[in-house]
């Protein structure tokens, strides 16, 4: 059973910052995590990932509590990819990749040939195989946020947790890379903020609004005009072609102050 995540409750500086939130994915689904800013999408990320210990409920991996799981089981399942990963470290994109690996190892090492598959593979799929031997801080933002994606790959997770991943990625990378995660057969939550794209490359989306979900389903059910002034209090239309929706907003008239 995928990482579900059953009545979560979170709560920070005294705000609940998550309020009942459950999401049961099907194995090998993507789910897009959708909502304003400060909704809670990367708080519920946090949580899958096991870094916020829920105040009420459980994040379960194969119907285990995951609290009652070793961190090295869970990242040897779950791969995160956070919205600003940086590193002052003078590291090269293979250094980065190889960090995927390191739930793979035991105290006596692991199985190098294995691993330097694993790594290959990794750089492959996200087109980063030529640039293993660039020096992290000469990438551009768009090239880090890719050999993130290969290190969590190369992690051979059964989950993975993406924050806004196509930040950065100019529109033939992010159609790329959403295509690439929609194509893997692990089961995926991305926080997104374009619905077009949801709309794209989710079977199912969540969209939160202050810590609680408002609407889930197929973005064909929820991806509506209602959905959008509602939740983003912004006026749009919204065509369905081949079950997919797509949204095109209107501009709204400037307040001029003088
Ligand atoms: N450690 C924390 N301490 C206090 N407040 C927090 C903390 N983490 C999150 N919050 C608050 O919880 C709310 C949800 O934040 P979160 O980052 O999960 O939203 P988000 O939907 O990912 O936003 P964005 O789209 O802007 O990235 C925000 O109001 C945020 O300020």
Redesign the pocket.
């Known amino acids: 059973m995928p990482l579900h995540a059953k009545h979560i409750g979170w709560s ?2 005294g ?1 609940l ?1 998550l309020d009942g939130v459950t999401v049961e994915p099907s194995p090998g689904e993507t789910i897009g995590l959708l ?10 990320l946090g949580v899958l990932a096991g870094v916020h210990k829920p105040d009420a409920g459980h994040v379960l991996l194969d119907g285990i509590d995951i609290r009652s799981m070793r961190r090295r089981q869970v990242a040897r399942r779950v791969a995160t990819v956070e ?1 600003h990963a940086d590193t002052e470290v003078d590291v090269s994109v293979l250094d980065v990749v190889r960090l995927g690996r390191i739930p793979h190892r035991g105290a006596f090492g692991g199985d190098d040939a294995v691993d330097e598959i694993a790594v290959e593979m990794a750089l492959r799929h996200t087109g980063m195989l030529d640039h293993r031997y660039r020096r992290w801080h000469t990438l551009s933002g768009g090239e880090r946020q890719r050999v993130q994606i290969a290190r969590a790959l190369a992690q051979e997770p059964d989950e993975l947790l993406l924050d ?1 991943p196509t930040n950065h990625l100019d529109i033939s990378h992010q159609l790329d890379l959403l295509a690439l995660v929609y194509e893997l057969p692990m089961t995926s939550y991305i ?1 997104l ?1 374009d619905l077009n794209l949801a709309a794209m490359f989710c079977d199912r989306v969540v969209v ?1 609004a202050r ?1 609680s979900i408002v609407a889930t389903g197929t973005p064909a059910e929820v991806v509506t005009e209602e959905l959008v002034e509602h939740v983003y209090g912004v006026r749009a239309q919204v065509t369905i072609e081949d079950g997919i929706p797509t949204v095109k907003y209107r501009r709204a008239l400037r307040a001029v102050m003088r």
């Open positions: 920070r500086g705000n910052v909502g304003p800013n400060g909704s809670g999408k990367s708080s519920l919205q806004e926080a903020h939160l810590g």
